[in-house]
């Protein structure tokens, strides 16, 4: 692995023949399942699936980043996939939660003990792991953002419900490693979004997660996507307790909000995932230099060899043709920088 190496946070933009990336758009994240979106019979819909990937696969490839996913292309949204497919959670009859935004959205309804009936990503990484020889990372929602995006009738309790969820991610996180990841990232922008609640628990569950875990594990936070997160604060109310997670690699957005990376000092030996890429809507492909400046600006809190570089959150909103040049660009830079070292 080459000094300042690139990845991706997770998503992909998926192709219109896959989905109805009108009405991907115009809604909130789903939390429960929303087929259909879906532009593909359900008897296609797996291989269609897996062609895509393929496809996001080899853009990332063709890009220059060098530890890739697989696009989270098989998603509805980031964090539904798994949720959905753990036992105790009622989706025929959906509750409500206020999304981070301040909207009622559907979300899973907790019946019952929060269990893992079987592996739900770990096909998609044997995937992966099959059509690249780069190194790999596979993504999970962390267990402190779940507990906030589903309606609690059975444990009553936020962090007991948060535990139980830790319980299910670190059985996943087990399997993934075991499929063949080279890295393991769990997302939670709730991080930022519930820092008083995160403050109580989340660390607490975010290491049971990661409980007896060997391989390289990673944290996501960030500020939401730009897409749909349109009032945005200027900091983080809740990073650096982060330093306290059993986590080998800290993953946080910086070039949209123009976060002060100062706060980098705080992580120690940690590897820091450091967005350097703007993902909101109006912002096009930077121009290599660009990425240089704030390449280098992150290089004055952290060694080159505690850093990765990727976009701020992942690209699942964008234009594909936007999201391959700002990847092609962020490799660009990154080997400019590279030289310099």
């Known amino acids: 692995m080459p000094l300042l190496p690139t990845t991706v946070v997770g998503s992909y933009p998926q192709p219109d023949w896959l989905v109805d990336r009108h009405m991907l758009g115009s809604r909130l994240p789903p939390r429960v399942r929303a087929k259909e979106i879906w532009r593909v019979a359900p008897e296609f819909l797996e291989q269609a699936q897996d062609d895509a990937t393929v496809v996001a696969i080899r853009d990332m490839e063709r890009a220059g ?3 890739v996913t697989d696009g989270e292309i098989r998603r509805e949204s980031y964090s539904n996939r798994f949720a959905t497919a753990l036992e105790g959670m009622d989706l025929d009859n959906p509750g409500t939660a206020l999304d981070r935004t301040g909207h009622p959205n559907p979300v899973p309804r907790v019946v019952g003990p929060i269990r893992r009936a079987r592996p739900v990503e770990k096909r ?21 953002t779940m507990s906030q995006q589903a309606q609690d009738d059975y444990y009553r309790d936020d962090e007991a ?8 991610v670190n059985e996943e996180v087990r ?3 075991a499929a063949g990841a080279d890295v393991v990232q769990l997302d939670e922008p709730y991080l930022q979004a519930r820092a008083e609640k995160a403050q109580r628990f989340a660390i607490k569950a975010i290491n ?3 409980h007896g875990i060997t391989g390289t594990t990673a944290l996501h936070t960030c500020f939401g996507y730009a897409h749909i997160v349109h009032n945005r604060p200027q900091g983080y109310p809740f ?8 986590v080998r690699q800290i993953s946080i957005e910086s070039a949209q909000q123009k976060v002060d990376l100062g706060v980098l000092r705080s992580f120690g030996g940690k590897t820091l995932i450091v967005g350097v890429i703007d993902l909101s809507d109006e912002s096009p492909v930077e121009d290599v230099e660009t ?6 600006n992150a290089l004055q809190f952290v060694a080159p060899e505690r850093l990765i570089l990727a976009p701020d959150c992942g ?4 234009p594909r043709a936007k999201a391959f040049g700002k990847l092609s660009a962020l490799a660009r830079a990154a080997e400019r920088v590279r030289a310099e070292l």
């Open 65 to 67: 980043i060098d530890i």
């Open 124 to 144: 998609d990484v044997q995937f992966l792991r099959a059509n690249t020889d780069r190194a790999i990372k596979a993504t999970l929602p962390g267990p402190f």
């Open 161 to 168: 419900f948060a535990m139980a969820l830790a319980e299910a």
């Open 175 to 177: 399997d993934l490693f």
């Open 208 to 210: 049971r997660a990661f």
């Open 239 to 246: 990073l650096e307790p982060l330093a306290d997670v059993d």
């Open 291 to 296: 990425l240089v400046r704030r390449i280098r």
């Open 315 to 318: 690209m699942k909103y964008l």
